[in-house]
Nanobody
């Protein structure tokens, strides 16, 4: 099974950018679709973006597709989330997850990381 370690979060001002990384252990990384979800305090975990195992299919939450970009490097067993023009409402813990397809449904994924905190200050 894939183990996941998210990194790259931090404190950023409104309008700034961050690049999150999710490093996966194990030899099955390229067999999985990967996704990013986020969870703000007091809210449900929500879908951000997903990418198919070879990167040919990408899905985004409609409200984020103009500012966020998901990518992956199977040689490095890593998936990335580039976040631009950050807003205070982007403040959340961001999680990566492994799944079988680029579904937006949380139940379709296996979450095995601790997440990385992103805080956007106004």
């Amino acid at each position: 099974q894939v183990q996941l370690v998210e990194s790259g979060g931090g404190l950023v001002q409104v309008g700034g950018s961050l690049r999150l990384s999710c490093a996966a252990s194990g030899r099955t990384f390229s067999s999985n679709a990967m996704a990013w979800f986020r969870q703000a305090p007091g809210k449900e975990r929500e879908f951000v973006a997903a990418i198919s195992r070879l990167g040919g299919t990408i899905a985004y939450a409609d409200s984020l597709k103009d500012r966020f970009t998901i990518s992956r490097d199977n040689a490095k067993n890593t998936v990335y989330l580039q976040m631009n023009s950050l807003k205070p409402e982007d403040t959340a813990v961001y999680f990566c997850a492994a799944g079988g397809s680029t579904s937006a449904l949380r139940r379709e994924y296996d979450f095995r990381g601790q997440g990385t905190q992103v805080t956007v200050s106004s």
